[in-house]
């Protein structure tokens, strides 16, 4: 084989492209202005490729400078193959969490409930120790800006209520949203391994300058939390928060429908329930002191303060991919998995939807009450007659309420309705419900 050194080489007439006929066989950096254009290349190409490059390259790129460690490929024009196999990763339902671009509120689209889930679905907006409780609501991302540029139409906010006694040690304003530990544990996401990586993104904005936290906290064996921070946000401004997390030894979810991941992003968080020089980006064993480290007030003791997020996106693999955009239908179902209602009322009128037979005078039977997809677990339920809880409406049109109702059900509907007494035997009953089955 016959070796050719050069020092340099200069494109005839002061051109900027250099053209090789055959094969291009490189063991060194090649750094042209414009391009460099051949047959092929064989074998390895070791360290920097600088310009454009047209034609194939073949070999290790593993090794090459600049794709070594978690490599990523960025283009702004198409890309075209045969075939593409991810090997993290999916092509679809890459994203753990549902209803993460905040489009489905069944419950109310504001409230200043201090805790559960009151708004949005799978968001709980939590606080403790407020003078004026938060308002959580589901707002409009404004036209014109990005997330909304993206796809992004609703947003969860909190308002601020006057904290007129300051920041106190108890208090403190999250998000928190739980996923299922089946839905971890068969990911694919290798999480004992410190070399296999889930990756957070979300979109966030707060209308005071400063930093903020989230916390990751797994919820089988012994818990583990997982700190990081926002970074410094510009007031007003929407900004997209990127957080790749690696597997770790002492991380378990078990196979099962119960709690197994909990996502807070945190708008504040007193000092019981922070750590002074708390690390970051790092696992380490739960405490009640690492909601995060110790937080600025600002945001909290200023008045009508907002902060908000949508695009929630918790993916396997080491790069955050852009959003995945479900269908509204596949996330209201996905859902309705956790709680559910069939209260519709149009015009002031209430429409009742389910049907059921009296037995005696202290069984409602059902018809047809199956839920719109199976539950969680088997769930807590309540009968309405319109809005008003624990009453049905007779097939003569008068309304009925239930004597000490204990409601059968099933995950995969209501099959029964039970009270002290007050029905009609044989005679048919109308009613909405709600279904609850949280985790």
């Known amino acids: 084989?016959?070796?050719?050194?050069?020092?340099?080489?200069?494109?005839?007439?002061?051109?900027?492209?250099?053209?090789?006929?055959?094969?291009?066989?490189?063991?060194?950096?090649?750094?042209?202005?414009?391009?460099?254009?051949?047959?092929?290349?064989?074998?390895?190409?070791?360290?920097?490729?600088?310009?454009?490059?047209?034609?194939?390259?073949?070999?290790?790129?593993?090794?090459?400078?600049?794709?070594?460690?978690?490599?990523?490929?960025?283009?702004?024009?198409?890309?075209?193959?045969?075939?593409?196999?991810?090997?993290?990763?999916?092509?679809?339902?890459?994203?753990?969490?549902?209803?993460?671009?905040?489009?489905?509120?069944?419950?109310?689209?504001?409230?200043?409930?201090?805790?559960?889930?009151?708004?949005?679905?799978?968001?709980?907006?939590?606080?403790?120790?407020?003078?004026?409780?938060?308002?959580?609501?589901?707002?409009?991302?404004?036209?014109?800006?990005?997330p909304y540029t993206l796809g992004f139409r609703k947003s969860f906010r909190f308002t601020n209520g006057n904290q007129t006694s300051g920041a106190g040690a108890s208090d403190y304003v999250h998000l928190k949203m739980v996923l299922e530990a089946q839905d971890i544990a068969n990911s694919g996401w290798n999480y004992t391994s410190s070399?296999?990586?889930?990756?957070?993104?979300?979109?966030?904005?707060?209308?005071?300058?400063?930093?903020?936290?989230?916390?990751?906290?797994?919820?089988?064996?012994?818990?583990?939390?997982?700190?990081?921070?926002?970074?410094?946000?510009?007031?007003?401004?929407?900004?997209?928060?990127?957080?790749?997390?690696?597997?770790?030894?002492?991380?378990?979810?078990?196979?099962?429908?119960?709690?197994?991941?909990?996502?807070?992003?945190?708008?504040?968080?007193?000092?019981?329930?922070?750590?002074?020089?708390?690390?970051?980006?790092?696992?380490?064993?739960?405490?009640?002191?690492?909601?995060?480290?110790?937080?600025?007030?600002?945001?909290?003791?200023?008045?009508?303060?907002?902060?908000e997020f949508t695009g929630i996106q918790l993916e396997v693999g080491p790069v955050a991919t852009p959003f995945e955009h479900r269908r509204w239908n596949e996330e209201y179902l996905d859902c309705c998995r956790y709680y559910q209602s069939t209260i519709y009322v149009q015009s002031g009128n209430a429409y009742n939807v389910c049907a059921a037979r009296g037995i005696g005078s202290t069984v409602l039977q059902m018809s047809s009450a199956g839920f719109k997809t199976m539950m969680r677990s088997t769930p807590s339920v309540v009968i309405y007659n319109g809005t008003e809880a624990n009453k049905v409406r007779s097939s003569g049109g008068s309304n009925i309420t239930l004597n000490s109702p204990t409601v059968g059900g099933i995950p995969h509907g209501i099959n029964y309705v039970s009270v002290s007494s007050g029905l009609t035997n044989g005679e048919w009953y109308q009613f909405n419900y709600t279904a609850d089955a949280e985790l």
């Open 1 to 146: 084989m016959s070796i050719l050194n050069v020092n340099k080489i200069n494109p005839v007439g002061g051109g900027s492209t250099i053209t090789i006929a055959g094969i291009a066989s490189v063991t060194n950096n090649i750094s042209v202005g414009n391009s460099v254009t051949a047959g092929s290349f064989v074998g390895p190409i070791e360290g920097a490729v600088t310009g454009n490059v047209t034609g194939n390259v073949t070999g290790n790129s593993d090794t090459a400078s600049g794709l070594s460690g978690n490599p990523s490929i960025n283009t702004t024009g198409i890309v075209t193959a045969t075939s593409f196999v991810p090997t993290v990763g999916q092509l679809s339902h890459r994203n753990l969490v549902i209803n993460g671009d905040m489009r489905i509120a069944q419950r109310a689209t504001t409230s200043t409930a201090v805790s559960a889930y009151n708004t949005i679905d799978r968001m709980q907006g939590n606080s403790g120790g407020t003078d004026e409780a938060p308002t959580q609501a589901q707002v409009d991302v404004a036209s014109g800006t990005t």
């Open 195 to 307: 070399s296999s990586y889930i990756t957070l993104s979300f979109w966030v904005k707060s209308s005071v300058a400063q930093d903020f936290s989230a916390t990751l906290r797994t919820e089988d064996g012994t818990r583990q939390v997982y700190n990081m921070t926002t970074g410094s946000l510009t007031a007003d401004t929407w900004t997209k928060i990127t957080k790749t997390i690696p597997g770790n030894s002492n991380l378990q979810f078990d196979d099962n429908v119960n709690s197994g991941l909990t996502l807070f992003i945190n708008a504040f968080t007193g000092t019981s329930n922070t750590t002074t020089g708390l690390a970051q980006n790092t696992w380490s064993a739960w405490g009640g002191a690492k909601y995060a480290a110790d937080m600025a007030s600002t945001w909290y003791t200023t008045n009508d303060a907002t902060f």
